[in-house]
């Protein structure tokens, strides 16, 4: 009950106020026409990835063995496009429905990742605003923590820890996290110490306000919006971090379908064409690709709303 | 002033390597565990256990393991093969050749190539030139890089017939044949890499662009090009040479997938097959060059970047 009260004290009706000379700007997010056509293609990988097993006519390690009269097929790998068995993509080198292992991929790859990206973040705004914070000894000691992570490619830091531990989803969950939350760390650090010199900081902390109070109220809440954007460009790099592993058959283990290993399991395919199974590998690949590009060119879209680009402002 | 600058960097740049050797030495041989007890699983008695983890080495403290490793390391003593028992010098010193050709051509063509682009797109921004170049860029560098690598083996090899799709290598051919073998893995690099420079070029040249010296020059009515040209890329070079050194490191990475998808007998596919194989001391050693390249790289990007910036050439 209070909580309406106080919701409804703080804005009886927003909408009245708009006309008003001083109203304040609208920070209302229109995306262009590509913005909007990559909402959608992003909305549906993910509603696929949460609903996909209940579309997918078959398991994501079923072998086709039968025909649509029910006889046995004497070879079921690299087989073309058959509507009447539901295999719209074809066979992969074994003989499993491509169409069904990439709905069943969409979780894996997807779901990994974003998993990985929300401990990356996790991690990384935590320690990098207690380090401009903090500062002194605490902010020291984690730069420099991350300067040996980051002096590492990502993909070497990946191929050795994987060399050393063997590959499982939580370890791969763990590599991108821990991988990206010293990029995450160095962002949050350096946006934590621009605000922490701001002048309403040390309004705050000249009328009282407590530690906590000033991280809550007034660092957290400006530097969420150059965060947020950067959580989109994160996501790619992770996905693109988790593909290449399960590519090179060191991420997501068989039987499990997941893209990029989907793609490195039926290269042999597509020495043969389109007409003969080189589908099993081009498919998860155009899924990844669609992915990765729909997230950047949202990103793309809002961050020239925000800052507008140079380009522009040159003609 | 400069010169402390970059001396100051230099010693960094030899500190993170040594924190590169610390790690990867403690990633694979430290917190794993007992590699002698992983190798002889349940059914080892204490005695043979006693005896492998003095062959391997493992009967002393880990720092001194450490100092071991590194003593050897740098003797160019690398160590044995797990998988093989081929020694690591041996196995490395065949496949190092070829990645330092390929990644060598590659820097060659994509080089000058992004430079012009990045230029051109910077001279014309927001007109279709620029826009056809940043809109494809933006796209090849949100894509993996075998996304790029399969588009192309099924255009030029499988389609066209051009090219070879392995980049099977017997040691023997000739230059030319080298490069037409390598035809695709050098295409794939070489989109890869530029797409991520040319954005980077045009990026640094525009950030000149925005300076108030650029403002003046409009002003006093200098035309476009010629600002471009003369006032805008001499200021620009520190970061372009940036850039080009960042995506030579870049390439590190780069050649990992590459080499694994062509079949290419490099040093990262070597490194690649020994993670499969979990062959420890081969793992450690490939590391090591290529996170010491690397590392080398980053260095060269901001001793460039340092000794371009003509405020600190002339110190008040």
Redesign the interface.
């Known amino acids: 009950m209070s909580d309406t009260t106080a919701a409804a004290g703080q804005s009886p009706n927003p909408d009245i106020y708009d006309e008003l000379p001083d109203a304040p700007p609208k920070s209302r997010l229109r995306l262009s026409m590509v913005g909007k056509v990559s909402v959608v293609i992003v909305a549906f990988w993910v509603l696929l990835a949460l609903i996909g097993p209940l579309i997918a006519p078959y398991g994501e390690s079923h072998f086709i063995e039968d025909d649509v009269l029910g006889n046995p097929i004497d070879d079921p790998s690299f087989m073309l496009p058959d509507m009447g068995l539901h295999v719209y993509f074809g066979t992969d080198y074994i003989g499993r429905d491509v169409f069904s292992r990439i709905v069943w991929g969409a979780r894996t790859t997807i779901g990994i990742s974003f998993i990985a990206t929300l401990l990356a973040y996790f991690v990384g705004i935590t320690l990098g605003i207690a380090a401009a914070v903090a500062g002194k000894w605490t902010d020291a000691i984690l730069s420099r923590l991350v ?2 992570i980051l ?6 830091l990946g ?8 590959s499982s989803i939580p370890l791969l969950i763990f590599l991108a996290g821990l991988v990206y939350a010293a990029s995450v760390f160095r962002i949050a650090r350096a946006l934590g110490q621009d605000i922490m010199v701001q002048d309403y900081v040390e309004a705050a902390r000249a009328r009282g306000e407590g530690l906590w109070w000033v991280i809550s109220r007034e660092v957290l809440p400006n530097a969420a919006m150059p965060l947020a954007t950067d959580f989109g460009l994160r996501l ?1 790099f992770v996905i ?1 971090f988790i ?2 592993l399960s ?4 991420g997501v283990q068989p039987p499990i379908s997941d893209w ?1 290993s989907m ?2 399991e039926n ?1 042999q395919g ?5 007409g003969g199974g ?1 589908l099993a ?2 498919t998860p ?1 155009l899924a ?2 669609s992915l ?2 729909a ?3 949202i990103v ?1 879209d809002i961050s020239a709303q925000a800052g507008g680009s ?3 402002k ?2 | 002033m400069m010169s402390q600058l970059v001396i100051r960097r230099i010693g960094i740049g030899i500190i993170l390597l040594w924190v590169v050797s610390v790690l990867i030495f403690a990633l694979t041989q430290v917190l794993p565990g007992d590699a002698a007890q992983i190798r002889l699983g349940q059914q080892a008695t204490p005695e043979t256990l006693a005896a492998l983890r003095k062959e391997l080495g493992l009967d002393i403290p880990w720092y001194m393991q450490y100092v071991v490793w590194m003593g050897n390391l740098l003797s160019g003593n690398l160590g044995i093969s797990a998988a093989g028992g081929a020694t690591i010098e041996s196995l490395i010193g065949n496949r190092i050749g070829n990645t330092v050709f390929m990644t060598g051509i590659v820097a060659l063509i994509s080089i000058p190539l992004s430079v012009t682009l990045g230029l051109l797109a910077a001279m014309f921004p927001g007109q279709l030139l620029d826009r056809i170049i940043t809109t494809g860029t933006l796209g090849l560098i949100a894509v993996p890089d075998f996304f790029v690598a399969i588009f192309l083996i099924l255009l030029l090899a499988v389609s066209l017939g051009l090219v070879p799709a392995v980049s099977y290598l017997s040691g023997t051919e000739g230059f030319w044949k080298s490069v037409y073998v390598l035809a695709l893995p050098i295409a794939t690099l070489v989109i890869v890499v530029s797409a991520q420079m040319i954005r980077m070029t045009r990026a640094g040249i525009l950030n000149v662009m925005g300076s108030p010296y650029i403002e003046m020059a409009i002003l006093k009515g200098v035309p476009r090009k010629r600002i471009i040209l003369r006032h805008a890329l001499l200021n620009a070079i520190g970061p372009i040479v940036n850039v080009i050194a960042l995506n030579l490191a870049y390439l590190v990475s780069g050649v990992v997938v590459i080499e694994t998808i062509f079949a290419y007998p490099g040093l990262a596919k070597l490194m690649v097959d020994g993670v499969q194989t979990r062959d420890i001391p081969l793992v450690q050693a490939c590391g090591m060059i290529f996170c010491c390249t690397y590392v080398i790289l980053i260095l060269v990007a901001d001793i460039a970047s340092i000794l371009s910036n003509p405020r600190l050439r002339h110190p008040k």
């Open positions: 300067d040996a002096a590492f490619p990502n993909i070497m191929l050795i820890i994987i060399a050393a531990f063997g790619v693109l593909s290449s590519f090179l058959g060191l990029g793609v490195r290269l597509l020495g043969n064409g389109i080189a590998s081009i690949a990844i690709a990765t590009i997230i950047n060119l793309d140079l380009a522009k040159m003609n």
